[in-house]
């Protein structure tokens, strides 16, 4: 915390030594090749959140308690943001388009262990891998950046960033139907077929990608702490996500569970389809973007953090609902807190891109470990809460972090 009150910038260092790419060029980027990343990039976060629908199902096969089993959908989560730490500062220094191929391997190779999981440890080993090869998703947004023309980048990262939003919402629908159907091992191996045929295709259609650094590896990640450090805008963007992301976390992580016990008696297809009330919910979060140009991107991330708080806190009526309206309750805070939580990443996207254009790859990588540190406390905080004190602790944890990221946002920050 003591850096977040260090408010004023030191001098920038001096650059990085870069070299020109070559091979890659912006007329490789084609419709079809966009389309291939997208589809890359949705499928491979997808793996993050495919064992969220499918706990109450997995806690009753493999034989864990509901705390136990809360450890899945965090150990994916830490595996991500460590993934993203160590990795992908890697896309600067090394071919994109290699990476990619090493890690659609590695990423397929996790799933199908998790599909052949004995016990709960092989499974939790697992569920760390997933997590560490799916940042395979941030190695393709920068080639698509990297590969777009100037006057289209912005569309370009647009579309695949559609993708990898519809893979984060989709994936709890498809895994509920598909282990309610057929079981949770064949969603694990559908995935990793899934994986592996749209990887092998996008490797094909890639160019090679050159190097933009020859910083060594020691050198890429000392440069995300000294980023973090010198930035305070960067320092709040990423504490803000990382607290609206472990109420998103807590929740997600604990609705299967809850719904799968007294009063409902619910399956996990029912579980993932509250995932298509949310992809209504981010699906409009493009709004953020035209608001954000209009009015800032400052008042949109408390606009997307208040809507967000304010969801959280109506679902904890629940207990004074009978169990009918609880699911109409559910889905509609599940609208409101996924319009909210997006809203908020654009709009620190927006305000991270701007610090320093020749540090995007790495400020995205410090935002997106802050969002992922919140996601695993929350799946963690979240399995407890329920465990220890039920569903309503779980919605009083997930309205204070929304609201602890709203006086984030609203901490004003001197000029440097």
Known sequence: ?????NLHDRPAPVAAPTVPATDATPHALSPRLVMLLAVAAGLAVASLYYSQP???ILATDIGASDLHIGYVPTLT????????????????????????????????AALLAAAAAPSLGVLLAASLAIGLTATLAQDIVPAAATLAPPSQRGKVVGSVMTGLLLGILLSRVISGVIAEALGWRAMFVIAALG???????????????????????????????????????????????????????????????????EPFHLGAAVAGAFGLAGAVGALAAPVAGHLADRHGPEWVTRLGSGLAALSFALMCASPLLTPHAQLWLLALGTIGFDLGVQAA?????????GIDPGARSRLNAVLF????????????????????????????????????????????????
């Open 1 to 5: 915390m003591s850096s977040i009150h």
């Open 54 to 56: 499918m706990l109450g």
């Open 77 to 108: 989560q830490l595996g991500y943001a460590v993934g993203i730490l160590l990795l992908a500062p890697l896309g600067d220094r090394h071919d994109r388009r290699r990476i990619i191929l090493v890690k659609t391997i590695a990423l397929v």
């Open 195 to 261: 994986v592996g045929g749209i990887g092998v295709a996008t490797w094909r259609a890639l160019p090679h990608i050159a190097p933009t650094t020859t910083l060594a590896y020691r050198a890429l990640l000392a440069s995300l702490l000294d980023l973090f450090q010198r930035h305070a805008a960067l320092r709040r963007a990423a504490l803000a996500q990382g607290l609206l992301s472990l109420g998103f976390s807590a929740f997600w992580s604990t609705l299967a569970v809850m719904l799968h016990a």
């Open 345 to 353: 990443l654009i709009a620190h996207q927006t305000i991270v891109y």
């Open 369 to 416: 470990v802050g969002m992922f540190v919140g996601m695993a406390a929350g799946a963690t905080l979240g399995s407890a809460a329920l465990a220890h004190w039920g569903w309503l602790a779980v919605t009083a944890l997930a309205t204070l972090a929304a609201s602890a990221a709203l006086a984030v946002r609203f901490w004003r920050v001197p000029a440097a």
